[in-house]
T-cell receptor
Framework: KAGVTQTPRYLIKTRGQQVTLSCSPI?????VSWYQQTPGQGLQFLFEYFSETQRNKGNFPGRFSGRQFSNSRSEMNVSTLELGDSALYLC????????????FGEGSWLTVV | GQSLEQPSEVTAVEGAIVQINCTYQ??????LSWYQQHDGGAPTFLSY????GLEETGRFSSFLSRSDSYGYLLLQELQMKDSASYFCAVSGQAGTALIFGKGTTLSVSS
């Protein structure tokens, strides 16, 4: 089985721009969650989708949004980028609706300049 | 607030045993997980405890005491390849939203 696939792997954006990151979960996995990883804050939960519905949301501003499609693929969007949004964005998928095991993709490295 | 505490760094030599502790304070608790992350790589799942006690998976074991809000990861017969960051994470609510600790950097030397 292919793992969790995230695109793009690396990108550089300018302050004020927006960005869309994509995630394809492991085949058969219906739950997708997103995390932001920075050296200072560590791994922080952004949001989680299950069957196209956002089930949980972390403590991030409304500039961060996401969605899930009927094929379980997910996208996250960050609008009006700030320098502090520079981070590794990780997508994870899980087979069950309350997965105790989540499988991470390699992540998308976002640099905001 | 919700928080997980784990040591920032641990050093050990090949063949040794190391224990990484994690204490948590969360509003809900469904289970404690451990993840390993090598530099530049993605976190990978190591173990999960929903109930009190010890779970063993090869060289790695994980322990949970819900009454103490405490768990640990035990790594035995350390190898150089075990040098990585280790994160404890709590499932505080239904679903796959995890609250992660800041991570423990393990350095294994020969």
């Amino acid at each position: 089985k292919a793992g969790v696939t995230q695109t793009p792997r690396y990108l550089i954006k300018t302050r004020g721009q927006q960005v869309t990151l994509s995630c394809s979960p492991i085949s058969g996995h219906r739950s997708v969650s997103w995390y932001q990883q920075t050296p200072g804050q560590g791994l922080q939960f952004l949001f989680e989708y299950f069957s196209e519905t956002q089930r949980n949301k972390g403590n991030f501003p409304g500039r961060f949004s996401g969605r899930q499609f009927s094929n379980s693929r997910s996208e996250m969007n960050v609008s009006t980028l700030e320098l502090g949004d520079s981070a590794l964005y990780l997508c994870a998928s899980s087979e069950a609706s309350s997965g105790n095991t989540i499988y991470f993709g390699e992540g998308s490295w976002l640099t905001v300049v | 607030g919700q928080s997980l505490e784990q040591p920032s760094e641990v050093t050990a030599v090949e063949g040794a045993i190391v224990q990484i502790n994690c204490t948590y304070q969360t509003s809900g608790f469904y289970g404690l997980s451990w993840y390993q992350q090598h530099d530049g790589g993605a976190p990978t799942f190591l173990s999960y405890n929903a109930l009190d006690g010890l779970e063993e998976t090869g060289r790695f074991s994980s322990f949970l005491s819900r009454s103490d809000s405490y768990g640990y990861l035990l790594l035995q017969e350390l190898q150089m390849k075990d040098s990585a960051s280790y994160f404890c994470a709590v499932s505080g609510q239904a679903g796959t939203a995890l609250i992660f600790g800041k991570g423990t950097t393990l350095s294994v030397s020969s």
